[in-house]
């Protein structure tokens, strides 16, 4: 083959190839085309049905934590895992006495009623951050009410912060405190002297002696002066109450009554006297409300100091007498009421006694019962 010819075969070679080469291209070209068109339409569907779907609601914060990247759900700067609240307070501590139901705060023993007024005080004071106090359940105030003197126990007090609730951990320390501490011991600071007591008035002293077990005042020693029981010395550590009580007796059933200081030490480290008091609480045959005569007058006794006051029963005048031990003392007696007219009579049912009532009253009615002081042939209503 000349080479024009082999020229001209290799031309149209290249010619075929570059027309097939085209239409490969343009077939591609058409494809792609065609798949532009249809992924545009898919989008377009896709934005509309994302418009018909009813709006979706945020369920995170835009706020994080930022110490470990968790949403915030409320207004505080750390999530619920990394909020630790730290604040300072010192030892919580309460001292107690169960005995008479006292506690001690800075170095001052206190009657208390309520143990949860106590602790919210205590915590207040020991913590340097303002905290809730939440009361403590009845049993455990029960719990530590139970405890005896000696006893060191650990328990737990709750407070918050805002929504927060933080334990902290309390000690109680029960204990006796100065005045429970001197119960049957040898100490005293006076002596309470009472003479002529009858059984009322020592059934009175007992009572009260009893009620102010609880307040930390005891009587350590009792001496029986005679045997009788009547004439008594009571050693109390209270001398203060002592006075107390002697005045109480003094308006209850009538008393004399007398005071003595004694100088008992000296106290070396206040260079100070120490003195012990002796009160005298004396009672005579004649109490508060008996009737007494004198020179055929009756009076009836309404309290007793250094003198005797009194009221006249026929005059209904007071008047002051003097302390004998000569007075004759009428007792009451029971009687009925027998005649109102002319005159107002009663009977003595023990032994048909009849007397003349001297101060009667248009409500009582026959065969009513009285009280009475007879005196010859007269009877007084008291």
């Known amino acids: 083959m000349s080479k024009k010819a082999k020229k ?21 070209i058409s494809k792609i085309k065609q798949t532009s068109k249809t992924t545009s339409k898919t989008i377009s569907k896709k934005i509309r049905a994302a418009k018909s779907v009813k709006p979706v609601h945020k369920l995170y914060s835009k706020k994080f934590c930022p110490n470990c990247g968790n949403p915030l759900t409320d207004d505080n700067p750390l999530c619920k895992n990394c909020r630790v609240t730290n604040f300072d307070f010192k030892e919580i501590k309460l001292f107690v006495c169960n005995h008479c139901q006292s506690y001690n705060y800075k170095n001052k023993w206190q009657k208390f009623h309520d143990l949860n007024t106590v602790m919210e005080m205590i915590v207040a004071n020991s913590v340097k951050h303002k905290v809730v106090f939440t009361k403590m359940s009845d049993e455990l105030v029960e719990e530590l009410l139970s405890y005896k003197a000696g006893v060191h126990r650990d328990f737990v007090v709750e407070v918050s912060i805002g929504k927060e609730k ?20 040898k100490y005293f600071e006076g002596v309470l002297q009472v003479r002529n007591m009858t059984d009322d008035i020592l059934a009175f002293i007992q009572k009260d002696l009893m009620k102010q077990r609880s307040r930390g005042v005891h009587i350590n020693k009792e001496v029986d002066i005679d045997g009788t029981g009547m004439n008594m010395d009571y050693y ?6 002592m006075k107390v009580l002697a005045e109480k007796l003094k308006k ?18 206040t260079s100070k006297n120490v003195y012990r008091l002796n009160i005298l609480v004396q009672f005579t045959k004649y109490h508060k409300n008996d009737v ?15 003198k005797i006051h009194a009221t006249n029963l026929e005059t209904h005048n007071k008047t002051l007498l003097p302390h004998k031990e000569d007075y004759d003392i009428l007792k009451p007696v029971e009687v009925m009421l027998i005649k109102k007219y002319p005159e107002f009579e009663v009977l003595d049912p023990n032994t048909y006694y009849q007397a003349r009532l001297m101060n009667p009253s248009e409500t009582l009615e026959i065969n009513q019962t009285l009280h009475v002081i007879i005196d010859g042939g007269e009877a007084w209503i008291v």
């Open 8 to 28: 001209k075969a290799a031309l149209k070679i290249k010619h075929q190839d570059s027309h097939a080469h085209k239409k490969i291209t343009v077939k591609k």
């Open 292 to 306: 007494i005569k004198l020179n055929k007058q009756l009076y009836k006794i309404i309290s007793m100091d250094e």
């Open 166 to 185: 933080f334990e902290l951990p309390a000690v109680i320390d029960v204990t006796l405190c100065p005045k429970c501490s001197k119960q049957g011991t």
């Open 252 to 269: 209850e059933f009538g008393a004399i009554i007398k005071h003595n200081a004694q100088l008992f030490t000296i106290d070396w480290e």
């Open 236 to 241: 109390c550590t209270d001398k203060g109450y």
